[in-house]
């Protein structure tokens, strides 16, 4: 049928800016975007335009550098070709299910009924629903900073939260003691461990802890009629733990806090799979229940293909052992790499700090540049004469050296104190090592 109109319509004249915003809502005019997508963005500009830029921003997985397992990529194909391509159940593959109930059995000694597990289209469906499922809005929500996107899904939620500073003095995670003073006012508790961005991963003793409270807590609220206290306990890079150190669950520790804590696990980083957006929550029942119905509407379902395959490579513990063997030691080599090449120049007297790697794909450093003369060149004349934040800090590595980093202000950090996330997912050990010399070259007269 032939169209009637005579000429294209010019859309973009008719949609001014002023009055598309007057019609939005105050959620959608207050949400920031993501920090870190944006200087994304600018990286691959750089690299768009020729600059050698080493990539240390994107907590993400170069295909080339970690490929997916084999085993997961052929049960998906296989499960396409089957016609795996329907609809599947709102609550996830039976199969997957029973797979991660299995898993978290075998591999962290938790002994959960298949009700308490539901599927998604990655983790971030699961913290949305979380906070929708036990929040109302105004209720308060406490959470470290640094940490992941928690500000954003305060705001999303109308939820109130309250921010715990950290640093490097707590390995920068919360403690019980620190948390305690804001318990009586919280409905959820958000902890991340091993922590995007730092890497760093909690002690057992604090994971005990955490537990102990969390009973504490609800005990004092449940002789007074008041709502329960829910921890979110996001551990999706549970699998990735270096040097020692070791990943625990305050339910394995302390089992009498299972009907509060909600766990947000996914395929994503333990298996290089972001992509594949295949997620998962494991908690008590009857919260889990309504999670289900919140994702339902959403529509967050993982698709039915990938559930399938990851079920397959869930249920083969060979195969995902030799898998994590393999990957554990490509992410340590990159990451001592970084960790020896930073250390080289704290010792040599640049005013750099950097934690050991301890877990994830993330290095934490302090550029300890604040107050410190910025290094000049006539090829850089928008370099300031003294360094005074963490932006000014960012550019001078990414435009003298292509270290690309992402400052702490991206975690919610409201401080200009130097502290960046450096991920080594998208890049070789050889780009770590030719970006250890320009960084030297452009750092050095920093004292």
Request: aromatic residues 8%; neutral net charge; contains cysteine.
């Amino acid at each position: 049928m032939k169209s009637t109109l005579s000429s294209p319509t010019e859309i973009s004249s008719l949609c001014g800016k002023e009055e598309a915003e007057r019609g939005l809502s105050s959620m959608a005019l207050g949400l920031v975007g993501s920090e870190i997508l944006k200087i994304a963005a600018e990286i691959r500009a750089l690299a768009a335009a020729g600059q050698d830029v080493c990539n240390l921003t994107v907590g993400d997985f170069n295909a080339a550098q970690f490929p997916i397992p084999k085993y997961l990529r052929d049960e998906t194909t296989s499960a396409l070709a089957r016609g795996e391509t329907n609809y599947p159940p709102s609550d996830g593959m039976p199969e997957l299910r029973k797979a991660i109930q299995k898993e978290y059995e075998h591999r962290l000694g938790l002994k959960y009924p298949v009700d308490s597990v539901l599927i998604a289209s990655g983790a971030r469906p699961i913290i949305y629903s979380t906070y929708r499922a036990v929040l109302d809005p105004g209720e308060t929500v406490l959470f470290p900073t640094p940490s992941w996107n928690n500000n954003h899904y305060v705001h999303l939620c109308g939820a109130h939260g309250v921010e715990v500073p950290v640093g490097a003095e707590t390995n920068f995670l919360p403690t019980a003691g620190l948390l305690a003073p804001h318990l009586r006012e919280a409905r959820l508790v958000v902890v991340n461990t091993p922590l995007n961005p730092t890497g760093t991963v909690m002690a057992e003793a604090e994971v005990r802890a955490l537990g102990e409270m969390l009973v504490s807590e609800n005990a004092r609220r449940k002789r007074e009629g008041g709502r329960p206290l829910y921890l979110m306990y996001d551990h999706v890079y549970r699998t990735l733990t270096f040097r020692g150190y070791h990943h625990h669950t305050p339910v394995r520790l302390v089992p009498e806090c299972a009907p509060y804590v909600i766990f947000v696990d996914a395929i994503s980083k333990a298996f290089c799979a972001t992509g594949l957006r295949v997620g998962w929550v494991v908690g008590p029942a009857p919260v889990v229940s309504r999670m289900r119905d919140i994702i339902g509407h959403v529509g967050a379902w993982a698709p039915r293909a990938e559930q399938v395959a990851s079920a397959k490579l869930l249920d083969n513990f060979e195969e995902v052992d030799r898998f994590h063997e393999s990957m554990l030691e490509q992410v340590s080599v990159r990451l001592e790499a970084l960790y020896r090449g930073l250390d080289r120049l704290r010792a040599a007297g640049v005013p750099i700090e950097v934690i050991e790697p301890q877990g994830a794909i993330y290095l934490t450093a302090r550029f300890n540049f604040i107050g410190k003369k910025a290094p000049k060149d006539a090829r850089f004349p928008n370099t300031p004469d003294t360094f005074q934040t963490n932006e000014q800090i960012r550019r001078f590595l990414l435009e003298r050296a292509g270290f690309g980093v992402v400052p702490f202000q991206a975690f919610g950090v409201k401080g200009e104190n130097g502290w960046f996330r450096l991920s080594v997912g998208a890049v070789s050990v050889a780009d770590i090592e030719r970006v250890m010399t320009r960084l030297e070259a452009a750092v050095s007269s920093i004292r």
